[in-house]
């Protein structure tokens, strides 16, 4: 049992329409009176997007910039913190800095580290992307046990390069991203800020630290996209992304291998499959069916075309824990010094999942066993907003060099996570939504 599971588009068509250009171009070209009318337009333009760019002071009810307001750190005191959590406890221990560090992967993987003795400093931004509160109550659990987590940006260069000059981290395990796939129609910039201008953040201070630490992060299932072939193998093309978060994900990994080829970074990325369990994430389905199942709320189950099974590879915190731990403890030195690559550098990828898919359906019952109520389940299509019809995870990869070994069957862990679930919200302390 896990430490922590009791602890309270199809395009639209282009139309080209006549230009008022071509009918007068005489006319056009003897007006500057319009020529300049434009050119203060197209200005004005340029320093209205300027003046809303990330470098400008946010409104926090932007959400596409929610997670970029100042945060105070520095200092004596703060320095103290940081580097008696990034402390290393054990013999053979390694210091770690886990970004997302108050996220759902990100707390357990942190409580894991330091619970084994290894050095662990946690760096979240603490976003509003869902619920903060569920976000401080992980922090707490995370203080508890000596894990201090800073309040920052990863695209915050200067707080990096000072966490790297007070630590100097054998590994860093990136976690932070902006997650959720349908929530990408919607704001679609933060994930351009968060997945790929983070991540080169984030690479940046590692290709100039000295010693450059080994990288393990967060890729995800996502980016086998419209592929048809299962069990999904890391062999698969990776080209045909069915949502704007599973294209950030594929651009990161396309971002790894040039930092590994020019800076000699170790890079690992691990492709997450549905990942499930206590203190979870309110926007996955496993957790709104709950909360929605206990409230009486009609739930949506999604069927593909002609009927099809709506699957997913769930795969259980504590098994992806495993395997997190498993790829920083393989993971090879980077090979750069001062920005400069010495020799050729690890680069690697695996599928992280359980190899046993499991119907929406299916899952919707399970719940309704566990917390003993009927759902008022509402079938329908599945849109066209990113998701896709199936996941399945070939793990063999895993398997042969991490010695990866999912234990945790879909009952099993659902079990585990109503019970937290039960225990969290109880007694109408906390709002589920």
């Known amino acids: 049992m896990s430490h922590l599971d009791n602890i309270p588009s199809t395009p639209g068509k282009f139309k080209m329409e006549k230009s008022p250009y071509i009918h007068n171009r005489m006319r056009w070209h003897s007006s500057p009176v319009k020529l300049t009318f434009w050119s203060f337009i197209f200005l004005g333009l340029i320093v209205i997007f300027f003046f809303r760019s990330p470098s400008s002071n946010p409104l926090p009810q932007d959400p596409s910039r929610r997670s970029l307001r100042t945060y105070n750190w520095g200092g004596p005191a703060w320095e103290k913190r940081v580097r008696s959590s990034a402390r290393v406890r054990s013999r053979n221990g390694i210091s770690v800095l886990v970004t997302g560090a108050a996220g759902f992967v990100g707390t357990h993987v942190s409580a894991a580290l330091k619970r084994r003795g290894d050095g662990v400093l946690g760096l979240d931004n603490f976003n509003d992307y869902y619920d903060p509160s569920l976000k401080r109550a992980r922090q707490a659990l995370l203080e508890r046990s000596g894990v201090f987590i800073v309040e920052g940006d990863i695209n915050d260069s200067a707080l990096l390069r000072k966490l790297f000059e007070v630590v100097a981290f054998t590994h860093v395990m990136h976690l932070a991203a902006q997650a959720g796939v349908r929530y990408a129609m919607e704001n679609p910039s933060s994930y351009v800020h968060s997945n790929i201008a ?50 950030t994900k594929k651009a990161g990994e396309e971002i790894a291998h040039t930092y590994n080829h020019i800076y000699g970074l170790s890079l690992t990325g691990l492709r997450f499959f549905t990942v499930y369990g206590p203190w979870g994430r309110p926007d996955m389905a496993y957790f709104f069916f709950t909360r929605d199942i206990l409230k009486g709320r009609s739930i949506p189950i999604f069927e ?93 990869l895993a398997q042969r060099e991490l010695g990866y070994k999912p234990s945790t069957d879909l009952q099993t862990g659902l079990k585990k996570f109503v019970r937290w679930y039960l225990s969290y919200y109880s007694g109408g302390k906390k709002a589920a939504g």
């Open 304 to 396: 593909a075309a002609n009927h099809g099974t709506v699957a997913r590879d769930f795969t259980y915190i504590d098994d992806i824990v495993k395997g997190c731990l498993a790829a920083l403890d393989t993971a090879e030195k980077s090979t750069g010094s001062g920005g400069k690559k010495r020799r050729p550098a690890q680069l690697r990828v695996y599928n992280l999942g359980n190899t046993s898919p499991v119907p929406v359906s299916d899952l919707v019952s399970i719940l309704e066993r566990l917390l003993k109520v009927k759902a008022k389940r509402n079938i329908m299509k599945l849109p066209r907003n990113g998701d896709v019809q199936f996941t399945h995870a070939n793990i063999s």
């Open 198 to 247: 983070g991540l080169v953040s984030l690479l940046e201070v590692c290709k100039s630290a000295n010693p450059q630490p080994a990288i393990v992060w967060a890729s995800s299932s996502s980016v086998y996209g419209l592929n048809s072939k299962v069990p999904f193998s890391e062999r698969d093309r990776t080209d045909q992304p069915a949502s704007l978060y599973a294209a």
